[in-house]
């Protein structure tokens, strides 16, 4: 029965047979009880319909919360309801509920039989909840109530077979389908992945070649075509591919990943780093690709000449998570990756101009210092927001080391209502970008990390986040006026 007819169906409770003591015939006909009974159950029912045809509108302008609440309210009045079961099972489809979705409108299902919309949300619900036998299932079901007409339903069933192994069959499948839809980028990409999973892989090549000359915009064939040609070590040809998987689809980590890998075959470290970088900003909880992140930049590494004839810095702490060139990585790359990484630590730089540090909280950054670094007070004044004899006053009492006396200075002018909490951070905030920059220029010389929560606390309003930091930082480089030579 369609939902339109079904629409009008009288709930249960309603539809409960005369008792044998009640009166039949005509003498019911002229009972006034009765006559009340079915006026009351005359209005229930219209007052069902309506509600019915009300929660159905809600879920077509997209008010899913709504409907399923006034399903919940029908349902605890008729927990048989089928009408409103199937209204509650598309609502909590539509809000991600998937699991109450699959037990709503499975109830639906078992009562009334296979129905094709019901079968085509229980597959894709049971393919979100990862219960791969169970959409294969519920899509078997589907194909077969077509008649092997509805495409999209082979489609779903040639992919998750693929999935559980059963590969020849999915490559069937998938071949039917690209058979009555040559025409099909997306067709032929769905038959490359699934032949590229059954080992496949040169057949797997031209199916993603077909993809891509159907649609030269498809991420999807380039992508595919990328990985088959991984799998044949055709390392330039899948870069090519990758790299045009993330330009067609930048908000997706798949093209930056894979390109990474490639690259890294390729021997070009320094372009992989990049890529995984991109992936990890994308998707910062991947485990994947932390991983390959972390193989990237903590690898063991033997000195170069350069740092194992350079003398240690006795202040230096000797336990680093990590440690390296500026040669082979950059300092800005190094950043991102702690940032993504969400550490909390002090990376040390060395070179021949001295030693700086970068302290960090939980991958945002709290404090820059390099040497010969202008004092917080000197700047104050140079800026006009606080008087010198203020500044002379409040450093009387410093605390040891120009790091700690710039934090107490700050936090001391703000306390006391002198400098506003805004000025404050604007002015640690170029002072960061500042020195950031100048370290960034850095590029002989080595750097250690070393994790652990910084001494002393943070700051007052010096807690920065890094990727703001670094693109005010590459805003301000390219406003800066260039030199044009005579």
Sequence with gaps: MGRGAAALRVPAHAREPVPPSSPSGADAATDPAGEEDEEEGGAEAGERARALVEANELLRSSREAQAL????????????????????GDAQKALRWLKE?????????????????????LGEIYDGLGRNSDAIARWESLVELSAGQDLSAMTALGIDLSRAGEHA????????????????????????????????????????????????????????????????????????AFA??????????????????????????????????RAASLEPDDEEIQAALERVFTAPRAPDRAEAERTPNPETPQAASMSGSLRTFQLLDLLEFLRIQNQTGTLLISSQLG??????????????????????????????????????????????GPGAADDELGETLWRDGLLSREQLQQVLLDRAIDEVERLNGWV????????????????????????????????????RPVAVPR
């Design 169 to 240: 069959r999915a490559v069937e499948i998938l071949e039917v389908v690209v058979h009555r839809r040559p025409d099909s980028s997306a067709a032929f990409a769905d038959l490359g992945m699934a032949l590229l999973e059954a080992g496949r892989v040169n057949d797997a090549v031209g199916a993603f070649s077909s993809a891509r000359a159907l649609d030269p915009s498809s991420a999807q064939a380039h992508c595919g075509l990328g990985l088959a040609y991984q799998g044949l070590e055709r390392w330039h040809e899948a870069t090519d």
């Design 101 to 121: 979705a699959g037990e709503s409108l499975e109830l639906v299902r078992a009562a009334r039989g296979d129905d094709a919309a019901i079968l085509r949300a």
């Design 69 to 88: 609440e006034l399903a919940q309210l029908w349902i605890q009045r008729d927990p048989e309801d089928l009408d409103f079961r199937r209204v509650a």
């Design 444 to 479: 002989d010389g080595a750097f250690q990390f070393h994790p652990g929560a910084p001494t002393g606390g943070i700051p007052i309003a010096s807690k920065f986040d890094l990727r703001r930091l670094v693109l005010e930082m590459l805003r301000r480089a390219e406003a």
């Design 355 to 400: 030693v700086g540090s970068i302290v960090l909280s939980q991958g945002s950054l709290v404090s820059v210092a390099t040497p010969g670094r202008k004092p917080l007070g000197d700047e104050l004044v140079d800026r006009g927001l606080v008087a010198r004899a203020i500044v002379d006053e409040i450093t009387k009492a410093r605390a040891p």
């Design 244 to 277: 045009e998987t993330e330009r067609l689809a930048p908000e997706s980590a798949v093209g930056p990943y894979n390109l990474g890998l490639a690259l890294g075959k390729l021997g070009d470290t320094k372009g992989m780093r990049h890529a995984l970088l």
